[in-house]
């Protein structure tokens, strides 16, 4: 898991130069930078790799971003010189009726739920509970009272699908920068996220290139204390930063904090058994055997979100690789 920091990402740098300006022959990069470490790694990669003027950081908070998201953003902004633009989606997200359907699908399960309340969805602990995790809704009063439902099959996928506006029309609003400045947009998911299909498909999981894909998250801590990340951006913990209430990945999607994760996902890509990983991360060995059920079935359950459209009959002329 340790790198040589300053060799990946002089690696990383020539590789974007490449894609960018010969493979793709475009002019710079547009790139969403939340305030995390992994956008703000690939924001210093460009940024390294094209200098400031072929660089663009798009800011896009919306009506439940945590400002957190929007203050890290300008730090990373401040810190390396970059240039950016802040266009908040809320208007769009309202008129498409994102918040609105999210609401109509939580007051099935909670009917006193107004859009005067705070939510988040939660899984329950995957490392010792069911093989067949159900989210629940947790909400908050304005009163401060909390309320967790578990969600019928109808409710989630309601919550699920109108949230996923959020991601589609931040890579809409990317993707017209790019077009209006002949740039490509960057994507910016570790090797964690792009394995386990931690991404919507048409929304964050959209880019022209991913520079930091094959890296863990734990490499790409590395490459940011090595890049120079502010420091408050490298301590802030991950965040999914999607519903009004705070929520922590593991609430929402991995069985494990991401280092954990990532030791589990190494050992596991290196053909190490459970025996092996599990005196290294202090559980049991059936808790790592659980989690490597628990990879290879979010593999399995999201492998589509990996695949380009599905043609009937190969078109060759059309879809040869070696074009580029």
Same mark, same amino acid.
């Given at each position: 898991?340790?790198? *040589?920091?300053?060799?990946?990402?002089?690696?990383?740098?020539?590789?974007?130069?490449?894609?960018?300006?010969?493979?793709?022959?475009?002019?710079?990069?547009?790139?969403?930078?939340?305030?995390?470490? =992994?956008?703000?790694?690939?924001?210093?990669?460009?940024?390294?790799?094209?200098?400031?003027?072929?660089?663009?950081?798009?800011?896009?908070?919306?009506? *439940?971003?945590? !400002?957190?998201?929007?203050? +890290?953003?300008?730090?990373?902004?401040?810190?390396?010189? #970059?240039?950016?633009?802040?266009?908040?989606?809320?208007?769009? #997200?309202?008129?498409?009726?994102?918040?609105?359907?999210?609401?109509?699908?939580?007051?099935?399960?909670?009917?006193?739920? $107004?859009?005067?309340?705070?939510?988040?969805?939660?899984?329950? =602990?995957?490392?010792?509970?069911?093989?067949?995790?159900? +989210?629940?809704?947790?909400?908050?009063?304005? #009163?401060?009272?909390?309320?967790?439902?578990?969600?019928?099959?109808?409710?989630?996928?309601?919550?699920?699908?109108? $949230?996923?506006?959020?991601?589609? $029309?931040?890579?809409?609003?990317?993707?017209?920068?790019?077009?209006?400045?002949?740039?490509?947009?960057?994507?910016?998911?570790?090797?964690?996220?792009?394995?386990?299909?931690?991404?919507? @498909?048409?929304?964050?999981?959209?880019? =022209?290139? @991913?520079?930091?894909?094959?890296?863990?998250?734990?490499?790409?801590?590395?490459?940011?204390?090595?890049?120079?990340?502010?420091?408050?951006?490298?301590?802030?913990?991950? $965040?999914? =930063?999607?519903?009004?209430?705070?929520?922590?990945?593991?609430?929402?999607? +991995?069985?494990?904090?991401? *280092?954990?994760?990532?030791?589990?996902?190494?050992?596991?890509?290196?053909?190490?058994?459970?025996?092996?990983?599990? !005196?290294?991360?202090?559980?049991?060995?059936?808790?790592?055997?659980?989690?490597?059920?628990?990879?290879?079935?979010?593999?399995?359950?999201?492998?589509?979100?990996?695949? !380009?459209?599905?043609?009937?009959?190969?078109? !060759?002329?059309?879809? *040869?690789?070696?074009?580029?």
């Amino acid at each position: 898991m340790k790198i *040589d920091a300053a060799a990946v990402a002089a690696d990383i740098e020539s590789r974007i130069r490449d894609i960018v300006l010969q493979r793709l022959n475009r002019k710079g990069v547009v790139i969403a930078i939340s305030g995390g470490i =992994d956008s703000s790694v690939v924001a210093a990669l460009c940024f390294k790799a094209l200098g400031a003027e072929r660089v663009l950081g798009l800011m896009l908070p919306e009506a *439940d971003s945590s !400002p957190d998201s929007l203050h +890290f953003a300008n730090l990373l902004a401040q810190s390396l010189g #970059l240039r950016t633009h802040v266009e908040d989606i809320a208007g769009i #997200l309202a008129a498409a009726g994102c918040y609105q359907r999210r609401d109509e699908a939580i007051r099935k399960v909670i009917p006193e739920y $107004t859009a005067s309340y705070k939510c988040k969805i939660v899984l329950p =602990d995957r490392l010792n509970g069911s093989a067949y995790p159900i +989210f629940s809704v947790v909400v908050e009063s304005p #009163l401060g009272e909390r309320t967790k439902a578990r969600l019928t099959l109808d409710s989630y996928l309601g919550v699920m699908a109108a $949230t996923n506006f959020k991601q589609r $029309t931040r890579k809409m609003m990317e993707y017209y920068y790019a077009d209006l400045f002949n740039y490509v947009v960057a994507g910016t998911p570790n090797r964690l996220e792009y394995d386990q299909g931690f991404f919507v @498909k048409n929304g964050d999981g959209a880019a =022209d290139l @991913k520079p930091i894909a094959h890296l863990y998250k734990t490499q790409v801590y590395q490459l940011a204390a090595y890049l120079g990340i502010p420091q408050e951006i490298q301590k802030r913990p991950p $965040t999914t =930063d999607t519903y009004s209430l705070d929520q922590s990945q593991e609430e929402f999607y +991995f069985p494990l904090p991401y *280092d954990h994760m990532d030791l589990c996902l190494y050992a596991k890509n290196h053909g190490l058994g459970p025996e092996e990983v599990a !005196p290294v991360i202090e559980l049991s060995v059936e808790q790592v055997a659980r989690v490597y059920q628990v990879i290879d079935s979010t593999r399995s359950a999201t492998r589509y979100l990996h695949l !380009p459209p599905v043609l009937c009959e190969d078109v !060759p002329e059309a879809c *040869d690789d070696h074009r580029i």
